[in-house]
């Protein structure tokens, strides 16, 4: 089992922990796509997990290199530019790619060109669910007819620092919830790079950007990620609340986020799970 991963902060250091843990056996090479100003720390981090992760473990610079290694697959967890940049190349060689930053296809043109490259090479990408779940039966609901998807973020203010919100509302002054947001998945996606992927993905697999209503809310009163899907459709109607511990490392991000790429490269490999 050959893995590549893309990133090397929050989520794929939570989700390598996992796999170093809870793997049958060891990958036979780990290769992580660093940027230049990164290469160091993400020798660190895979140096940190240890043998009990994988025998190989390779840095390395750009795509083509860590095409070279022959990874079974490539896990992205480093943004949208990251998908931007590697999504096309990767998809083309043939390898399937596991997509964090799914707000990134918010952009025709960006699923576009990975639709064409998977369709040429046979390859697939597929989005993981991220901090959010509930993703089967949204998916299950479309078939039967959408009318109405709403999906509502709530977050601590200091999530929402050095994003568009700071400009909409003093975070540090607030004193009761403030809903700074209300528009489509599409503009969310593409305002909100660090918060509003799981809008995307719900938009991906539901009703579409433009259809899919999204509010953000800077809440004082909470200290997790609180997600919040409410769906009406023609065979069911359902809300779901998910309340994610953030991540110590970065509070944007949700704990469940790295366990869920873990989840997902286990899914990948028959037999991979350990007892
Ligand atoms: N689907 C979901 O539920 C969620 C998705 N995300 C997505 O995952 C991304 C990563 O989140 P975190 O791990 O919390 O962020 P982070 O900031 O802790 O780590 C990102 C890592 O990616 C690296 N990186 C950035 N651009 C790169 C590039 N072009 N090439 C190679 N490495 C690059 C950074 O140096 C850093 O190590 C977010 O930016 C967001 O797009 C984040 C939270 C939830
Ligand atoms: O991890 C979360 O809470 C969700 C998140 O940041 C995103 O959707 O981009």
New binding site residues.
């Given amino acids: 089992m050959r893995l590549a991963i893309?990133?090397?902060?929050?989520?794929?250091r939570q989700a390598l922990n996992v796999l170093a843990r809870d793997l049958a056996r060891p990958l036979d090479a780990i290769v992580c796509?660093?940027?230049a100003d990164?290469a160091g720390?993400a020798q660190d981090l895979l140096e940190s997990l240890g043998a009990g992760l994988a025998g190989e473990r390779l840095v390395v610079g750009t795509v083509s290199e860590l095409l070279s290694h022959r990874p079974d697959f490539v896990a992205e967890?480093?943004?949208?530019?990251?998908l931007q940049?590697y999504g096309a190349p990767i998809l083309a060689a043939g390898k399937h790619l596991l997509v964090?930053?799914?707000?990134a296809l918010a952009d025709d043109d960006l699923r576009a060109g990975l639709d064409a490259a998977a369709q040429q090479s046979g390859a697939r990408y597929r989005i993981?669910p991220?901090?959010?779940g509930g993703l089967d039966i949204l998916a299950a609901a479309k078939l039967s007819g959408l009318q109405d998807v709403l999906y509502t973020s709530r977050k601590p203010p200091k999530a929402w620092a050095g994003t568009p919100a700071e400009r909409l509302v003093d975070l540090a002054a607030l004193k009761a919830a403030h809903v700074f947001y209300e528009g489509s998945a599409g503009a969310a996606a593409r305002d909100y790079?660090?918060n509003a992927?799981?809008a995307a993905?719900i938009a991906l697999l539901g009703a579409g950007f433009a259809a899919t209503r999204v509010r953000l809310i800077a809440d004082p009163a909470v200290s997790r990620n609180v997600h919040e899907l409410s769906v009406r459709s023609s065979c069911a109607d359902f809300d779901i609340r998910i309340s994610g511990q953030p991540?110590p490392?970065?509070p944007?991000?949700?704990l469940t986020?790295g366990y869920a790429l873990a989840n997902q490269i286990l899914d990948l490999w028959p037999h991979s799970r350990g007892a």
């Fill in positions: 893309i990133g090397y902060g929050t989520i794929a796509l660093a940027r990164g720390r967890a480093a943004g949208h530019k990251a940049d964090t930053s799914a707000g993981c991220g901090a959010v790079p660090q992927n799981v993905t991540s490392e970065n944007k991000t949700s986020t």
